[in-house]
């Protein structure tokens, strides 16, 4: 398939609604988001720190900093060009890498957090509507509002007690830059929000209706996301299988491994033997793609062999809960491969599958090989975010392998009609509805 007709797939976070919490310090922005958060009751609502993008000191300024008498009241300290690129990663459904931020060192630390597919994300700070960039990313624009005395009592509790700061340092850098700046950069953002609310967490009402409006847009989203499917669906009905399908030499041994495997009145334990043993020719046949060199040895004997070596490593990536029963094949054929896990599941009142749960290999852009595990492959529904997580965490769809023992015709095709590069390696091709049968006799559950 060539990249014309690729057909294309946004995951549930892609287009991740961006909603901007500004107000002055100590107004409560980030307790109102927490609010916001408790009261959408979802788990991919994710709040971010503007906090985390002031720029690094200088020597003369760090000093200045720990004399509070540098300005962190001013647009000027905040990294903008730095958070319009994380913002814009996050928008497009790609991975983030946010600096995490010391006020007790007055710097940026060497870790980063990892943002990822978040459906929501609030963005909280003093200039969250300052610059229009940022506005321009915007679903809502919020403007938390609170009596300066209030807002004054809070900073000095939370600098006290969180960073590490004197009442007479916290007072000083207030009336030298916090109270001036707020009426000639933050006041002004009123101006442009959407939404003001004052009280902070006690105005119930302007939260209720904040989660109404967020719950009514991921509900369209959602609803776009499965018809998206539907769409792939009728377009993989109507195509011939793909050829970088690869299904496993049906030999007289694998005929007999099936005739085992599905057989209702085979013992648990012989199922599980024979189900390693076919797990194990599925890896082996999909490390066939793995990268090689020309290697010469010496034998025992005393002659030349020249054979092939790696130049890659190879990882494997297990969808839950199924492709566990992949992992005792996997480690027969490769004993030191690297795992990690990714828990897909199917909403019963959508039927839309959702991401819960990713813990991926270090370094998995640069392996030559990655594996997804997963014993059935029916709609292809996750078999599609799988593969687009890994393609967001730099995985190449070219080294890509997804190994299955049952799938449809359809839902392979849906899978590789946006993944054209992708390979399935197959044991055996079903119906494309097939109840998931496969992990629950492997697993007794």
């Not at 107000?23 to 609502?45: D, E, F, H, R």
């Not at 105005?203 to 609803?223: E, F, Y």
Request: aromatic share 8%; proline share 5%.
């Amino acid at each position: 398939m060539t990249a014309a007709s690729r057909n294309h797939y946004s995951p549930p976070w892609g287009d991740a609604s961006i909603i901007g919490v500004a107000g002055s310090s100590g107004s409560g922005k980030t307790t109102l988001a927490l609010a916001i958060v408790a009261s959408l009751n979802l788990p991919w609502v994710v709040i971010m720190s503007m906090d985390s993008f002031y720029k690094p000191l200088t020597l003369m300024e760090s000093r200045a900093a720990f004399r509070n008498e540098f300005d962190f009241d001013s647009p000027d300290a905040i990294d903008f060009d730095l958070l319009v690129d994380k913002l814009s990663d996050i928008k497009q459904g790609r991975v983030a890498e946010v600096p995490v931020y010391s006020f007790e060192k007055h710097n940026r630390l060497e870790q980063t957090t990892t943002i990822y597919s978040p459906h929501v994300l609030i963005l909280e700070g003093i200039f969250a509507l300052h610059d229009q960039r940022v506005l321009d990313m915007l679903d809502l624009k919020i403007f938390a509002e609170a009596d300066a005395d209030l807002c004054l009592s809070r900073r000095l509790v939370r600098d006290v007690k969180e960073r590490g700061r004197d009442i007479e340092g916290c007072i000083k850098q207030w009336f030298g830059f916090v109270k001036p700046n707020f009426y000639k950069y933050v006041a002004p953002q009123r101006e442009i929000a959407d939404i003001i609310i004052p009280r902070g967490i006690e105005n119930k009402v302007a939260i209720s209706m904040i989660s109404g409006q967020i719950g009514k847009t991921l509900s369209h989203k959602s609803v776009k996301h499965r018809l998206e499917l539907s769409r792939l669906g009728k377009i993989a009905e109507d195509s011939p299988l793909s050829p970088n399908a690869l299904i496993l030499e049906q030999t007289n041994q694998v005929k007999g491994i099936h005739t085992l495997l599905m057989d209702p009145n085979t013992s648990r334990e012989d199922y599980l033997f024979y189900f390693d043993r076919m797990a194990g020719m599925l890896i082996e046949k999909a490390v066939d793609f793995l990268p090689l060199e020309p290697a010469q040895v010496i034998t025992p004997q005393g002659n030349v062999y020249m054979g092939l070596r790696k130049t890659a490593e190879v990882s494997a990536v297990v969808i839950l809960r199924g492709g566990s029963a992949f992992e005792t094949g996997l480690r027969r054929s490769i004993p030191d491969c690297r795992t990690g896990r990714i828990l897909i599941q199917t909403n019963y009142r959508t039927g839309e599958p959702e991401l819960h749960y990713r813990a991926l290999p270090n370094n998995i852009a640069e392996h030559g090989l990655v594996l997804l595990l997963d014993p059935q492959m029916s709609s292809g529904g996750a078999a599609l975010m799988a593969a687009r997580v890994l393609t967001d965490h730099g995985v190449p769809e070219d080294r890509i392998i997804f190994v299955t023992y049952l799938a449809g015709r359809v839902g392979v095709n849906r899978v590789l009609s946006v993944f054209p590069d992708v390979r399935v390696v197959v044991a055996r091709m079903g119906d494309d509805m097939e109840d998931r049968w496969v992990e629950t006799k492997y697993l007794g559950c």
